[in-house]
């Protein structure tokens, strides 16, 4: 068992910046493929980024260039926002995968208005 909690949501303005930040129960790194999601309202949840054990990445089209997905040891995860935009909205989910099982954090809410 994995449980995953994220932080760093809030109310930004379009323009702005945030870091989500996601904890992770215990050392993953090696055997979990993580990932952040996110769940506009009336919308699908969609993959935004994810990091394979070996550290590639990958992006949605809509955040290249915007976002940055990273960890700085065996149980953070991080997704530093940056020129944030309306449609970026949404509860943002913390995600680690291994051989067909998910682990999911409860979300944290991204917010971006004027």
């Known amino acids: 068992q994995v449980q995953l909690v994220e932080s760093g949501g809030g109310l930004v303005q379009p323009g702005g910046s945030l870091r989500l930040s996601c904890a992770a129960s215990r050392n993953i790194f090696s055997i979990y493929i993580m990932g952040w999601y996110r769940q506009a309202p009336g919308k699908q949840r969609e993959l935004v980024a994810s990091q394979t054990t070996g550290g590639s990445t990958t992006y949605v089209d809509s955040v290249k260039g915007r976002f940055t997905i990273s960890r700085d040891n065996a149980k953070n995860t991080y997704l530093q926002m940056n020129s944030l935009k309306p449609e970026d909205t949404a509860v943002y989910y913390c995600?680690?995968?291994?051989?067909?099982?998910?682990?999911w954090g409860k979300g944290t809410l991204v917010t971006v208005s004027s």
């Open positions: 995600n680690a995968r291994s051989a067909g099982i998910d682990y």
